[in-house]
Each structure stands twice: as C-alpha cells, then as structure tokens.
Nanobody, 126 residues
Framework: QVQLVESGGGLVQAGGSLRLSCAASGRTFSSYAMGWFRQAPGKEREFVAAINRSGGSTVYADSVKGRFTISRDNAKNTVYLQMNSLKPEDTAVYYC???????????????????WGQGTQVTVSS
C-alpha cells in the first residue's frame, strides 16, 4: 500500500510555469512506476506523463511533449512534473499514480495504476 499526496498546483498565466510534486509514503517507492494524469471538467481522465522505476525511461502525451518534464527522486520518495509554457487547455486537476507491476515499461492507461493521489488543481488563465 502506498499513499500519494500531490502539491504545487495553482493559478498561473498562459506561458508561465509550475512544478507539481507527489510525495509517496512507504519504503517501496522505487519499486513503482509513476504517472501523472489530468482531468478537466466534463472530460475523461487523460494521460500526461510517466516514468519507470529507475527514472531511466519516460513517456509523454503528445499534447505536453517538449513543455512538461517528469522526474523522480527515489531517495525522497517524490515524483515531479515540471510544466513550462502552460496553456489554458492545460487547466485540469492533476493526479499522480503508482503502478506496482514488476516491469521496466510504463503504461499510459489509467487501469494499469494501482494507487492514486487526491489531485491538485492547475488553472491557466489566458
């Protein structure tokens, strides 16, 4: 079991930056692949980025590629999402999630993830 707590959301103007953090409880953080997802009002939850257990492999949604960077610090049990050049369409609740499967591959599908945080609101004004 792992508990995830996101932080770092807020209101930012278009073109600005935010860094989201997701702190995990427990001593097995390095055994989980981690992902970031987002959900805008009236829309389904969508994949944003994911990183494998070692941090050596990352995957991004096309909509954020080149603007967002996912990283992790296994010593701090934390995964980050650096978001630059933010756009109004990035407005959503952002969730981090943990995948406990024993694999070096990362999934972009929400059902692959076993644990979820409560989310943090990101609002980008135009």
């Amino acid at each position: 079991q792992v508990q995830l707590v996101e932080s770092g959301g807020g209101l930012v103007q278009a073109g600005g930056s935010l860094r989201l953090s997701c702190a995990a409880s427990g001593r097995t953080f390095s055994s989980y692949a981690m992902g970031w997802f987002r959900q805008a009002p009236g829309k389904e939850r969508e994949f944003v980025a994911a990183i494998n257990r070692s941090g050596g492999s990352t995957v991004y949604a096309d909509s954020v590629k080149g603007r967002f960077t996912i990283s992790r610090d296994n010593a701090k049990n934390t995964v980050y999402l650096q978001m630059n050049s933010l756009k109004p369409e990035d407005t959503a609740v952002y969730y981090c999630a943990a995948d406990k499967r024993v694999t070096e591959f990362v999934s972009i599908l929400p059902p692959a993830y076993d644990y979820w945080g409560q989310g943090t609101q990101v609002t980008v004004s135009s």
